[in-house]
């Protein structure tokens, strides 16, 4: 009797049944509700209603702006950190690190909570919405722009920056001719990490913005308590936004490779 | 030729508490090719990376043209490096790799103003002038039309040259090169090794090299610096240090050797292998020498013939010629000739006065600082050994309970005196018991000497060295015990202080 052999493709069926399953049924139906009316009859209402309507747009906006804030503070700070802990001689390092990455094993939301206390207590809650919820993101991101950024860079073979000091470059060429570049692909898999995630995440708005800040994450969740069409549409509309933000980054990722920075 | 361009003063390096440079001293003539050579881990590269600048001495002066650059940057000495795996930008293509030196440069201008004065600039290259040059550059290293390449698609070979020509590029008074052919196959090596010669005739810059192949240093050197435990064993020219070696390590690291221990018994005459040869070389009378033989200095003949005579024990064909050992009474000799003999066959061996090289011997005996620990033992180098103290009193003895009892009757109590440990080459044996012996250490060397091997054995903590003579072969990093018998262990007190009673 012949033994049935398991090949390769047969073990990938389960995990197709699941991209099935919980990827492709749901972002159908998320499709068919976008571009249907209460009566589900076929219909562009939604597409039309939210661009002709000014507080659905600056919500988008306000997103941008927050999410793009958020990105460039945490990388702001994130990167000379990962640089420090990366290029340093330091033997305990990973302590500092470790300090830096533990936050993120604290419950996200007792943490925004522990702000909001700390803003109270200041006296800021509640009078500046946007700075309490772009600082909060920040702190909350922090780590995920850390942690690509520290292993993109301890990557960095040392001889290339001996190599850069040797050519005469001094320490602020090297840094911006070598080890910039070369720390690209963990700015960008760290931009990915926080800026998806600050343009949907309403939690930290809600609670340090004061109920006042609405970002598109918190316009889905309402509309989904009402009106599942829009609510639908306006989903679509944010997986585009994030689609080309992903492409921009990859598109970039790739056009390194082709120069040939494997790190 | 005779200008100093580098000179190292006393140079030593520590990297945390190893000592990895103890004292290096030697200079560098301007124009020359220059090698340090030496097994992994001698402080070859250590020494090129101070030159670079990459690493600075602990203490000690390094001076380029006479100036002290000894804490210098490496970014502002004129000096070039390629790098062992080559170290070229993975994100920029060849010609920005080898660019990026002249668009750091800046150089000084003279221009004329309206009312004729002269005056000038620091200036940056032009993109002419630095297009220029690269492709000047990629020419010398016959990669023309490859500036638009990216690293990635290059062959180590290809890597190497574009190396190569980032380094040369830049005009560098010295180009330092790490073990450049060390990732290379061994045809594409020899290659390079004849490129690299004639690159550095063509330019006519000091190229300071480092390698652990000998026959690469021979090739390419003026001059070869020999390491070995981060102290300097010979400098010399190739063929000085081929001819004369310095002591048994030069010897036994450059090409083929035999060694021998032998006794000079008169006016250019040494006595080894049981007979007496006349030599070149005139050390005192009934002085210790080690003695080495090359290969190929030793010519065979009829058994009657020979001033030695022996069996060949096994002949090996080497391509260019025949490697013959031959047993001669307890020893053996390796032969290199053109021609073969059978196994088995008795011949007979001459050696003429120019084949024989004598050399001081490093060790003639074993030297450790100890401390007498309880009544009987002595501890020295990680370990503790039973001696015999009554040595460190001229006519004491020990009496019924043990102690220690001086000639005038005084009882005392040697605990905590410190030592000097004297224990012969001969009166050293070891073991894989590691509880058998004092003390435990790692063999880290071991020459051959015709009839026994000469081994050192290195313990863990203190680093303290045993070279001793032994019958038996051992392997390399083999963990042994030390053993010295009580009688050989010779001590002396260090300190006139004498130990409380």
């Known amino acids: 009797m012949k033994i049935p052999r398991i090949s390769r493709k047969t073990l990938g069926i389960p995990y197709a049944v699941f991209l099935i399953c919980f990827v492709i049924i749901p972002m159908l139906i998320i499709v068919v509700y976008a571009f249907t009316d209460q009566n589900m009859r076929f219909s562009f209402e939604n597409f039309i209603e939210f661009f002709s309507d000014p507080t659905k747009l600056s919500t988008i906006v306000y997103s941008l702006v927050i999410a793009l804030l958020t990105t460039c503070f945490t990388l702001l700070i994130a990167y000379p950190v990962a640089y420090i802990l990366a290029r340093s001689k330091m033997k305990k390092k990973y302590v500092l690190l470790l300090l830096f990455v533990t936050p993120m094993w604290i419950n996200f939301v007792l943490r925004v909570n522990a702000i909001r206390e700390l803003l109270n207590w200041i006296g800021l809650l509640g009078e500046t919405n946007y700075f309490n919820t772009v600082l909060g993101m920040v702190y909350d991101f922090l780590p995920f722009m850390i942690l690509p950024l520290y292993t993109t860079m301890i990557k960095i073979d040392n001889s290339l920056l001996e190599a850069s000091a040797d050519l005469g470059g001094n320490p602020f060429v090297t840094f911006t001719r070598v080890t910039v570049p070369l720390s690209m692909p963990g700015v960008l898999s760290g931009i990915t990490m926080v800026f998806l995630p600050s343009m949907t995440n309403y939690v930290v708005s809600d609670m340090l913005g004061n109920s006042k800040i609405t970002i598109i994450g918190k316009f889905i969740e309402t509309y989904f308590g009402t009106d599942w069409h829009m609510g639908s549409m306006i989903a679509l509309i944010l997986l585009v936004i994030v689609f080309a933000t992903t492409a921009l980054s990859g598109g970039f990722r790739s056009e390194n490779n082709t120069r040939g920075a494997t790190i | ?501």
């Open chain 2, 1 to 501: 030729m005779s200008e100093h361009i580098i000179e190292l003063k006393n140079v030593t390096k520590y990297y945390d508490d190893t000592l990895v440079i103890d004292n290096v001293s030697f200079y560098v003539n301007k124009g020359e090719f220059i090698t340090f050579l030496g097994p992994s881990g001698c402080g070859k590269t250590t020494t090129l990376r101070m030159i670079a600048g990459f690493d600075l001495p602990t203490s000690g002066q390094i001076l380029l043209n006479g100036k002290d650059i000894s804490s210098l940057p490496p970014n502002k000495r004129p000096v070039n490096t390629v790098f062992q795996r080559y170290a070229l930008f993975p994100h920029l293509n060849v010609f920005e790799n080898i660019a990026f030196g002249l668009r750091c440069k800046k150089v000084i201008n003279t221009y004329e103003n309206d009312s004729g004065d002269r005056y000038t600039k620091k200036e940056k290259l032009t993109k002419k002038e630095i297009s220029e040059k690269v492709r000047k550059a990629l020419a010398l290293v016959d990669l023309e039309g490859f500036e638009k390449r990216s690293i990635s698609t290059l062959s180590g070979g290809q890597q190497q040259r574009v190396a190569i020509a980032r380094a040369i590029v830049n005009e560098p008074e010295i180009l330092l090169l790490d073990e450049p052919l060390g990732a290379l196959d061994l045809k594409m090596r020899k290659e390079m090794q004849i490129e690299l010669k004639a690159m550095h005739k063509r330019l006519g810059i000091t190229f300071i090299y480092v390698t652990h192949d000998q026959e690469e240093a021979l090739t390419m050197s003026d001059t070869i610096v020999v390491m070995a435990d981060g102290v300097v064993q010979q400098i010399g020219t190739p063929t000085d240090i081929y001819n004369e070696p310095s002591n048994t390590f030069v010897a036994d690291f450059i090409g083929e050797s035999n060694l021998f221990n032998g006794t000079v018994t008169g006016e250019r005459e040494v006595r080894f292998c049981g007979k007496t040869f006349q030599c070149v070389d005139s050390f005192e009378k009934n002085e210790l020498v080690d003695v080495v033989v090359r290969p190929e200095d030793v010519h065979m003949c009829a058994p009657e013939e020979g001033m030695l005579r022996g069996k060949v024990i096994s002949v090996v064909f080497k391509g260019i010629h025949y490697e013959i050992t031959v047993q001669v009474g307890k020893f053996e000799m390796v032969i290199q000739s053109t021609q073969s003999r059978a196994v088995g066959e008795e011949i007979g061996m001459n050696i003429d006065p120019d084949g024989i090289h004598l050399m001081k011997p490093k060790y003639t005996s074993n030297i450790f600082d100890g401390v007498i620990t309880k009544r009987n033992t002595v501890e020295f180098a990680d370990g503790e050994f039973a001696c015999d103290v009554t040595q460190l009193y001229p006519g004491s003895r020990l009496n019924e309970e043990g102690d220690l009892v001086t000639q005038t009757g005084e009882v005392i109590d040697p605990t905590g005196a410190e030592v000097t440990v004297e224990v012969g080459m001969n009166d050293i044996t070891i073991s894989d018991d590691a509880e058998a012996g004092g003390t435990t250490g790692h063999i880290i060397s071991i020459i051959y000497k015709g009839d026994h091997y000469r081994l050192i054995v290195r313990t863990e903590e203190e680093e303290e060295d045993f070279v001793f003579a032994t019958p038996d072969l051992w392997n390399e990093n083999d963990y042994v015990s030390v053993i010295i018998p009580p009688e050989k262990i010779k001590l002396t007190l260090k300190r006139t202080e004498e130990a409380k009673s």
